[in-house]
Structure formats: C-alpha cells, structure tokens
C-alpha cells in the first residue's frame, strides 16, 4: 500500500473542499470496501477523507411520510430502524442479506452504493482489466464468467454490481443527495450507476469530490407489499448470484402497482421495467408473472459460464411476485 | 504519515504512535501486543479479526487504527472479569466449542456480540417476523455467526454454547 495522509473534517463543505484540494483523493466511511481495494493494489489514494467526524449520521423521517437517510448510517442500523422494519421490509431485507454481522456494523449507506465490483480479475492487478486499468481489456471475457453479468453489458466490460441495498434502493424509487463543489443535486437511484459502455473505468455518474450526503426513500403506496430474494451459492455470507426486490399492490386480483429490481446480473441494480409494464393493470397469476419474467429477460446474453442465470432470474422473479400475491389473499 | 492515536484496549488506555496504513487489526496486535484477535483472511471473510468496538462486533482488518482515535475495543481477553471467565467463554469450555486458537477469539467475540444485538431485538436475516420478537433458535444463531468461519467443523458446539451462554 503506497502511503497516503488523512483527514478527518467535521462539515461536509470541508469535507468536499478537501477532497478537491488533490488529485488522488478517496472518502473513507466504513472502510469495508476501500481498504480492502487499497491492500490489494487496486486503488492507491494519495489522500483519505475520512466521512466519520460528519453529521451525515442520522435517519429521519420526512413530512411526506417517507425517509431520508444519512450517508454514514452504518447498514446494521439501518436495517434495525423501526420505520424500516415497518414500512420498507424490501430494504431490511436486502440489508440483512448482505455481507456479515461484523461488517454490516462498519458498512455504510454512501459506501454501500459506491463499492465497486468483486469481478476477481478487477481485484487481480496481475491480470488486465480495463476497469482497473482503462484500455487494457478485459480478462472476464474469454475467462470464468459464473458471476458475471448477463444484462446490459459491453465488450469492455461484463462485471455485475455486488450491494444488495442498492437493489432494494432501485425498487423503491429512491434518490441519491449528492453535494459537490458546484453545489447540491439529487440523482435518482437508478441512474445513479452506468452500464460499462465504453468507459467501464466509471461506475457512477460521480465525479471527483463528488459526496453523498444522503439517500431518499418515498414513502410506498398503501397497501403494498415488498419483499427481498437473494439466491447464493451457499446459505449466508455470499454475494447474490441473482438477487430479486420486488414491491406489489394486487386488487381483486389485478396487479396495480408493481416494481422490480435485480442484482447480481448487470453492472447497476438492473430495474425490470419491461416486466414492470407487461405486468400493471393485468392479472396477478403465475402465468403472467413468467410472461413478464421472459420478456424483461429476451434482452439477456450470458457469457459462457452464467446461462443459468437466465432462468434463475426468471425464476427467482416468479417466485417473488408469487409470494407477495399469496400474502396478498 | 505518523500519527498518535488513544486507544482503550481491554480496560487500558494506551497511546500509540502509527503509520496511517496500519490496521486496527495490526495496532493491536503489533503496536500494543493485544493479540487475542488473529489475522485470518485479512480480507473481511474469516472473522477471525472480529472484536467488540465500542461495544459492536466488528472485523478489525478493514480498517484504519487512525480512524478510531478514542475507541473503546474489548479483545476476546478483555472479556473476562479479572479470573472470573465470560459467561459465553465458560460455555464454550462446557460445550467443547473450543477449536483452534486461531478462530475461536473471534467467535467468542462474535457471540457476546450478536448476543447484545438479539437482546436489543435486532432482526436477522433468518428472523421470520421482522417487527416481533427474537427468539433465539439454533437457524438465529447460525446466520448471525456466518461471518465467523471455521474450517474444522465445530458450529454444532459453538451453536450449543451460544445457547447456553446467552441463558
Ligand atoms: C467479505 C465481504 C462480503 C460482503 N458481502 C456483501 C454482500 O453480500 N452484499 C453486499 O451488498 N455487500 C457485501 N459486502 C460489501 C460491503 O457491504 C461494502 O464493503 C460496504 O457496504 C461498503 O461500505 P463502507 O462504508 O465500508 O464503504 P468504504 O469502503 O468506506 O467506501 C466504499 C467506496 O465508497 C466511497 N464512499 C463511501 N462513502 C461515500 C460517500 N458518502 N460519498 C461518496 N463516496 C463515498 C469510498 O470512497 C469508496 O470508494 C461484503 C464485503 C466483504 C468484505
Ligand atoms: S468484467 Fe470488467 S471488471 Fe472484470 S476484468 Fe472485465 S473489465 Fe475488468
Ligand atoms: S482477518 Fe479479518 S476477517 Fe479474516
Ligand atoms: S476453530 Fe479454527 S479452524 Fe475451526
């Protein structure tokens, strides 16, 4: 690990001036993600701003019924809140499949949403990869592709998006409050991430002192009902191969309000909105629920060893969709 | 960069002078000889690093002693009350949940852990009821010590003691 100085400011307008003082500059919240990324030689800031003296800790309700949530909330907290418990059980879900008791207490929301991709060859600074490296190429393809990505992907790059909270983020229309040097704005969730194209190098619509300050959650129509279904390789404690958050509201047996995401396929938390369409205003059956399924995945192209990701996505949709329905009767 | 940082570390106050690349794992274990947590994967994957950070389970190998100046961290060796052994340590005796000595101070730490978080009625992924309460079946304690990883096979008595311990 080169060696690197570090700050710790204690408002976010110094915080995001410090950041901008340097050219090789990372935030540091939890750490989960970027010491890890800095002791394997991937990521060599020059200067650490650790987020942890900020007030970007708290979880608060807001008048419209909904909630905003603080960029260093650690994961664990939040999947414990009483609010969320109650009205979100998508994200305390997702939250509560992901990564380990242990770092859930160090991992926070702003990191979650910026950890980068676990594709073992962007982690392997021996092996080319043009994310790592922009315009080396890249080793996934033509190499093992079991964790890869199967929707939304280039030739330069196939790697998936590992956070489980962003997908449950995805399904609930949440915005991202980002302040940087030109001031504040607020991104929508989903266009938070970018599919590889050609510049695979940039995961986000972010740039260089670029801080999330906090993530809005609209509070969810009544009588909706949302759950969470990761599918792993074993039963804990491993990224999604296929991940499912899905929010339903069936009346009389008519799907009225639907949203899906997916994790695990594609190089951002992947909204179904092909399926989404198929499915609103139709019936709320089995039937429909594979039809829907099928079209939003026509658009797949699994590499050579992730086929099963297809109809395991497929299925895992289905099988979401047909839980929240049953609760539903 | 060098910096001087204080850290409580099993009941004392320790000050230590430190590379900013250091972890809190190797703070302990190097600059102040705690060396009850053990440096396993070094990646966040074994749990082995695991200590109670002002009084949360936390790995210590992710991340950087400097920023935890002031921290409390309690080592599976500050958690016995002078000779008197935790309670969740002396079922791990009982229970013969103790395996190597490389693994078992983080899951002696993970346990007292996980345990406050089920007193305090946080849910789990295993949980059924996310707004009811937690019971603390052998599937409860199973999840919340995935992040705890043994290659010899003792889980079943570790999830005995664990039992025995939160009683
Ligand atoms: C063994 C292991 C297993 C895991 N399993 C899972 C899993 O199953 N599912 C899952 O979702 N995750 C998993 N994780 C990932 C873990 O959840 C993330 O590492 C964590 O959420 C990152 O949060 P952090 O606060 O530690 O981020 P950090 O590591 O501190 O930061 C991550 C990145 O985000 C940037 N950043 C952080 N906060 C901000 C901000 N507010 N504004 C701008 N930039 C910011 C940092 O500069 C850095 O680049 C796993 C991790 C490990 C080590
Ligand atoms: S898939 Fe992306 S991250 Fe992985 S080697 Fe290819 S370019 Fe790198
Ligand atoms: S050494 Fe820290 S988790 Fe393995
Ligand atoms: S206790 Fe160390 S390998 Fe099992």
């Given at each position: 690990m080169i060696p690197f100085d570090y700050e710790r400011p204690s408002d976010v307008d110094g915080a995001i001036a410090t950041a901008t003082s340097r050219g090789s500059v990372a935030f540091l919240a939890g750490g989960t993600n970027l010491v890890d990324r800095?002791?394997?030689?991937?990521?060599?800031?020059?200067?650490l701003v650790d987020l942890g003296g900020l007030p970007l800790d708290d979880v608060e309700e807001l008048p419209d019924g909904g909630l905003r949530v603080g960029a260093t909330v650690r994961n664990s907290d939040l999947a414990a809140h009483p609010v969320v418990l109650r009205d979100y059980p998508v994200l305390a879900r997702a939250l509560l499949s992901g990564a380990s008791g242990q770092l859930r207490n160090l991992a926070t929301t702003g990191g979650n949403l910026l950890q980068r991709t676990r594709c073992v060859y962007f982690q392997d600074v021996t092996t080319p990869c043009g994310k790592r490296e922009p315009g080396t190429g890249c080793s996934a393809v033509g190499g093992s592709t079991r964790q890869h990505a199967i929707l939304g992907a280039s030739e330069r790059c196939v790697?998936?998006?590992?956070?489980?909270?962003?997908?449950?983020?995805?399904?609930?229309?949440?915005?991202?409050?980002?302040?940087?040097?030109?001031?504040?704005?607020?991104?929508?969730?989903v266009d938070l991430h970018r599919l590889p194209g050609d510049e695979p190098e940039r995961d986000t619509v972010l740039s260089g002192g670029d801080l999330i300050t906090a993530v809005d959650l609209p509070p969810l129509p009544p009588g909706t009902r949302s759950l969470y279904r990761k599918v792993r390789d074993r039963a804990s404690f491993a990224f999604a191969l296929v991940?499912?958050?899905?929010?339903?509201?069936?009346?009389g047996g008519v799907v009225r309000d639907v949203r899906i995401a997916l994790g695990g396929v594609a190089h951002k938390p992947w909204r179904a909105t092909t399926a989404e369409e198929?499915?609103?205003?139709?019936?709320?059956?089995?039937?429909?629920?594979?039809?829907?399924?099928?079209?939003?995945l026509a658009a797949a192209r699994p590499l050579s060893d992730n086929g099963f990701k297809v109809p395991l996505a497929r299925n895992t949709i289905v099988a979401a969709l047909r839980e929240l329905s049953l609760e539903e009767r | 960069m060098e910096s001087d940082i204080e850290l409580h570390v099993d009941g004392r106050a320790r000050q230590v002078r430190l590379d900013s690349r250091t972890t809190l794992l190797d703070a302990l274990r190097d600059g102040l000889g705690a060396t009850a947590p053990k440096k396993g994967c070094d990646h966040g994957q074994c749990g082995a690093c695991t200590v109670l950070l002002d009084g949360r389970r936390v790995v210590t190998c992710l991340t950087f002693a400097i920023a935890h100046d002031g921290a409390t961290v309690t080592t599976a060796e500050g958690l016995a009350d002078g000779e008197r052994l935790h309670p969740v340590q002396e079922a791990f005796i009982e229970r013969d949940a103790f395996q190597c000595g490389f693994c078992t101070p983080g899951q002696v730490c993970s346990a007292v852990g996980m345990l406050a978080e089920v007193a305090e009625g946080r849910?789990?992924?295993?949980?059924?009821?996310?707004?009811?309460?937690?019971?603390?079946?052998?599937?409860?304690?199973?999840?919340?010590?995935?992040?705890?990883?043994?290659?010899?096979?003792?889980?079943?008595?570790?999830?005995?003691?664990?039992?025995?311990?939160?009683?």
């Open positions: 800095m002791k394997l030689g991937v990521t060599e800031p020059e200067l790697a998936t998006h590992p956070s489980d909270m962003a997908v449950a983020m995805a399904a609930l229309d949440a915005r991202v409050r980002v302040r940087g040097p030109e001031g504040e704005r607020v991104i929508p969730l991940s499912v958050a899905a929010v339903l509201r069936v009346e198929e499915l609103l205003g139709g019936p709320a059956t089995e039937e429909a629920f594979r039809r829907a399924a099928e079209l939003e | 849910p789990s992924a295993a949980t059924a009821d996310l707004a009811g309460a937690v019971e603390l079946s052998g599937e409860e304690i199973r999840e919340r010590m995935s992040g705890n990883l043994c290659r010899c096979a003792a889980y079943g008595n570790i999830v005995d003691a664990i039992q025995d311990g939160a009683r």
